[in-house]
Nanobody
Framework: QVQLVESGGGSVQPGGSLSLSCEAS????????MGWYRQAPGKQREWVAG???????NHADSVKGRFTISRGNAKNTVYLQMNSLKVEDTGVYYC?????????WGKGTLVTVSS
């Protein structure tokens, strides 16, 4: 089993920055993909960014140039640096880990962007 714990959410004004962290523990494979998703109130969950165990990254067009996903040295931690935040970035942000055809999810952390 794999457990994921997110941290770093909070409230910020438009144009501000936040950094999210996700730490994975348990039976983690060397080969995996980690990513961030978000769910705004009344909307479906959407993919934000992903990173492979080899370090390849990809970001949704809506956050490209503003958000950056990265991994820690221990490879079991993933970060999401969010800059130039907009009101529409508000939502619950979830961490996901994919390995061996199985997906694991964290419980989420709330990000609120409001003036």
């Amino acid at each position: 089993q794999v457990q994921l714990v997110e941290s770093g959410g909070g409230s910020v004004q438009p144009g501000g920055s936040l950094s999210l962290s996700c730490e994975a523990s348990g039976d983690i494979s060397r080969l995996n993909t980690m990513g961030w998703y978000r769910q705004a109130p009344g909307k479906q969950r959407e993919w934000v960014a992903g990173i492979t165990s080899g370090g390849y990254t990809n970001h949704a067009d809506s956050v490209k140039g503003r958000f950056t996903i990265s991994r820690g040295n221990a490879k079991n931690t993933v970060y999401l640096q969010m800059n130039s935040l907009k009101v529409e970035d508000t939502g619950v942000y979830y961490c996901k880990l994919d390995q061996s055809l199985t997906a694991y999810w964290g419980k989420g952390t709330l990000v609120t962007v409001s003036s």
